[in-house]
């Protein structure tokens, strides 16, 4: 289910064995729902006064559309809480809300083989449209209702990045060229934003990205700043800025975070004419040696699978992750002040996470620890690295159940099959958290063969990191961050009743209000 912000209104869906779905829409204060047939993916305003969701079609429908080999399309509906006045559009693939909730963005399904769609924006409160053309993204500034979008056109004469004002009904084009615009970024609580530009190289296969800041971007005169590959300071060589990667800010818009992958070289197309027609006798070969290489060509490539005792993925798993791992990146970071480029990313299957206050990122490093890997029984090595300078450290060896940073990103939070863990990241210093306590924090039901337990349930850090909130078989406990001690938090034990927090909006990024949280409570015996 999902919440509204202010929590009076409760969204889920149900999904059907025929199929048949349906999303409720009901309020929390008493028993009165709404059904929406064949609804999903439902999404409210900040405000909590309108809600917004996708319509499918009936399974009969979709089969017939199957059948004949055409297309489905979705619809989105939204509608006003207080009034139960909802609207439908159909054709919609994407929509979203305006941070300030008075807009809705929906974008329409493109023409068969094309990328570009018609993006209608309505005005909630008149009921107004306003559509723009040729739209092949676009993003809501969450403070206000500013939208960017990127335009795509045949020929690429009208590509370029647009800013549209959804109060003041102007729009204007902040950046133009034959080039394709790609993964638009706002910075949060900011008029920020930042874009990749494409460019194509001919001695590559693959295309990099100029990535283009404007800061105060619906200002009179925006600062504009643009990151190279070709001209960057510290820029790493043979790399390039990847299109998987939607570029970050730092929260005080200092630092624009990219994805880097390695280049690849193109095959000179000088030398596959050469080969392909027999004429190169640079080296003495004979006419024989090309008519056998045409033959060749014909054959059905051997479909042999290789196995290895040291591959750490067996090649199913491979095959599986493929395209996950073409799509990987190492995490760089853009400092705007002085333009310098920091790359903090160095193992393309590993996961880089910059923590809260920019300062510092972590990095897992997998690679000591092989047989773990394959067998079930995941370890890994944590660097932290310094953001500005690159210096790198390992802050934690062969861990497990790792957890990230706190809501600060002052420290770090792990479990070691025991005891749960704290480090301050700038000094290395480390708490036990739960030495003083005689509560067992493991997963009473695990049931799978191994060296280790995982703990029930690691919530989160609270807002001022001053507690880590955990959860036994069946409570919520306080821990202090100081290895004091902590508290239980709810009295689960005595009927059996399951404890758990309840995640409910994007602000538990912030950390976990202890003054102003949902729980969930689930009977352990009864089901209920």
Known sequence: GTLAPNGRWLAYVVNRVDEENELRIGATAHDSTVSVRYGSAPAFTADSKWIAYAIGLPPA??????????????????????????E???????????????????????AEGKRPADLIVQDLEHGTKITFGNVTEFAWSDTRALLAFAVETEGGSGNGVQLYDANTGTTRVLDSSPSLYRMLAWREKGEDLAVLRSRVEKEFRDTTHVAIAWTRVNGATPERRELDP???????????????????WA??????????????????????????????????????????????SGDKPS????????????????????QQDLQRTLLTAWHLGDGHVVQIGTDLLETTTVLRGDRFATETDR??????????????????????????RKALEKVRFFYGASATGRRLAWYDGKDYWAMDVATGARTNLTAKLQTDFSDHDYDYPGDMKP???????????????VADEYDLWSLNADGSGG???????????????????????????????YVSLFGKRTKQ
């Open 61 to 86: 429908e979709r089969d017939r559309l199957t059948k004949d080999k055409k297309p489905i399309h979705n619809s989105a509906g939204f509608r006003n809480l207080a009034t139960g006045a909802n």
């Open 303 to 322: 479909d042999v699978q290789v196995w290895h005792a040291r591959d750490v993925r067996i090649i199913p798993m491979q095959k599986v992750q493929e």
């Open 251 to 296: 929260k005080d818009g200092s630092i624009v975070f990219v994805g880097l992958r390695p280049r690849e070289r193109a095959t000179r197309s000088a030398d596959s004419t050469v080969a392909a027609s027999g004429n190169d006798n640079s080296d003495g070969a004979s006419p024989a040696r090309t008519d056998s290489g045409h033959a060749k």
């Open 88 to 110: 439908v559009v159909k054709d919609v693939t994407q929509f979203k809300f305006s941070g300030d909730g008075r807009f809705l963005a929906m974008r329409r399904y493109p």
């Open 367 to 392: 690679k000591p620890y092989p047989f773990g890997a394959k067998f079930g029984r995941p370890y890994s090595d944590v660097y932290v690295v310094d953001v500005k300078s690159g210096d790198r």
């Open 230 to 248: 070709a001209k960057a300071r510290g820029f790493p060589a043979a790399m390039r800025i990847a299109e998987h990667r939607r570029p970050e």
């Open 487 to 517: 508290r239980r938090l709810t009295t689960g034990a005595t009927d059996r009743i399951v404890y758990r927090y309840a995640h409910t909006s994007r602000r538990d990024e912030d950390g976990i209000d202890l003054a102003n949280m």
């Open 455 to 469: 703990p029930a349930d690691f919530e989160g850090w609270a807002k001022d990191d001053r507690a880590v909130i």
